[in-house]
């Protein structure tokens, strides 16, 4: 973001309160029918989605997240289970860790909370594996409450709209925080509906390499836009490498144990991998990790 004498000046009430309206209206036209964001959804439902989609699209989230709450619809379900079965279920989601977090948030909610998800931002951050983000988005898409949700969508859309850059950085800052505190309305419904909305227009229109500033609904009030989408400055985002990648041995050497009915043995699955000396120290990773279970030579979830 533009830092001392080179920083706009912030948007007015009635500018913020003018996006915030037309962001609503277009979210109300073009927000995703996902299933957990229609009535009935429970605060739970909610809390397995976002952990879902960290770092994965919610397209892929749909299909894993409808099975887990056929399989376990409260956290006492999934805290009676043994962790092992919820990296079974979490099937190729990617980064796997998520799912023992979720086991252990589980377990955390029905052994501590008596199995009701708190409405609090605190009492939510205080359960294992969940951050600021998460918390703030359980507050608001479950409770309808006030919290700044600020995922790296709001935070790019916000960067775009009032500070006229193209892209945040890659991890949230006290510039970003604040900057989101200014957006945030003072009702908790009107809050909750900015929170859904911007985050959805950075999905969908905000992109962060081909935003479709013609369909955008506040391209009028963008700086960034008025500015003739200058590149200079912004936060160079590269994809992230996946073949050959230790994340691909993991993945190789866990696919092969979750779909084992009996358990492989080690050296089956070491080679699985053609680098040895990279498997060995994958497979010690998943064990350190708590993800793959070994007894004797065999290993299991």
């Known amino acids: 973001m533009p830092d001392g004498s080179n920083r706009p000046e912030p948007f007015t009430v009635s500018e913020r309160e003018a996006v915030r309206a037309a962001c609503s209206v277009w979210f109300g036209e073009h927000g995703r029918d996902l299933p957990w964001r229609r009535p ?90 969940v951050g600021e983000y998460t918390a703030a988005a359980v507050v608001s898409f479950a409770f309808g409450g006030r919290a700044a949700v600020l995922d790296t969508n709001v935070r790019r859309v916000l960067a775009r709209i009032e500070t006229g850059v193209a892209n945040c950085g890659s991890s949230t800052s006290r510039a970003d925080r604040e900057l989101a505190s200014r957006w945030l309305p003072d009702s908790d419904a009107q809050a909750a509906r900015w929170a859904v909305s911007s985050m959805e227009l950075g999905a969908l229109v905000c992109t962060a390499r081909t935003p479709l500033c013609d369909r955008c609904p506040v391209a009028d009030h963008c700086r960034w836009l008025a500015a003739g989408r200058p590149m200079t400055g912004a936060p160079v985002r590269r994809g992230q490498a996946w073949k050959g990648t230790d994340r691909q041995c993991r993945g190789v ?24 000396h990279q498997a060995e120290k994958c497979l010690a990773s998943l064990l350190a990790d708590g993800l793959v279970h070994k007894k004797d030579s065999t290993l299991s979830l």
């Open 40 to 129: 009935g959804t429970t605060p739970w439902g909610v809390l397995v989605s976002e952990v879902m989609s960290q770092q994965t699209p919610m397209s892929r989230v749909v299909g894993p997240w409808t099975e887990w709450m056929d399989r376990w619809p409260t956290p006492d379900d999934l805290a009676e289970e043994a962790p092992g079965a919820a990296v079974a279920a979490w099937g190729r989601l990617g980064y796997p860790r998520r799912a023992l977090r979720l086991h252990a948030c589980a377990t955390a909610i029905a052994g501590d909370l008596g199995g009701v998800v708190p409405s609090d931002f605190q009492a939510l951050l205080a359960l294992p594996g």
């Open 253 to 276: 050497i866990l696919d092969l144990v979750r779909n084992a009915e009996r358990g492989v043995e080690v050296e089956v699955a070491l080679a699985a991998w053609p680098v040895r």
